[in-house]
């Protein structure tokens, strides 16, 4: 629905009936991003509140569970609760992009529900 506001958006400041939107960027993108730059992702789909979030809690359950894992646990299980986080940030940037992907290149002619 973003999408299509949006596009009316668009035609309409520039008076152009003819004029498209910007692609949003290919899912395996987001996905390479999302896995080098915790947040981007979600930024890259147009949601920076929401990265901004995943940080903050990847920040917040990593500094919990470094001060509750015993002192002989490894680096990863000192910080389980922010690689948890980060692991969702991952799936979730993914899964948003995939759909913004989707339907901003689905078939406008179509009438049924059905996947393409």
């Avoid at 973003?2 to 003819?18: C, F, P, V, W």
């Avoid at 991003?33 to 809690?57: S, W």
């Avoid at 359950?61 to 940030?89: K, M, N, Q």
């Amino acid at each position: 629905m973003g999408q299509r506001s949006a596009t009316r958006e668009l035609t309409e400041r520039s008076g152009n009936a003819n004029a498209t939107a910007k692609p949003p960027l290919h899912p395996l993108w987001v996905l390479l991003i999302a896995v080098l730059l915790p947040g981007v992702g979600q930024v890259i789909n147009n949601t920076p509140k929401r990265g901004l979030m995943f940080l903050f809690f990847i920040m917040s359950l990593g500094w919990v569970t470094l001060h509750l894992a015993p002192p002989e646990a490894s680096f990863v299980g000192r910080y389980a609760g922010g690689f948890l986080i980060y692991a969702i940030s991952i799936l979730d940037a993914y899964r948003w992009a995939r759909h913004r992907w989707t339907f901003f290149h689905r078939d406008p002619g179509r009438t049924d529900n059905a996947a393409p």
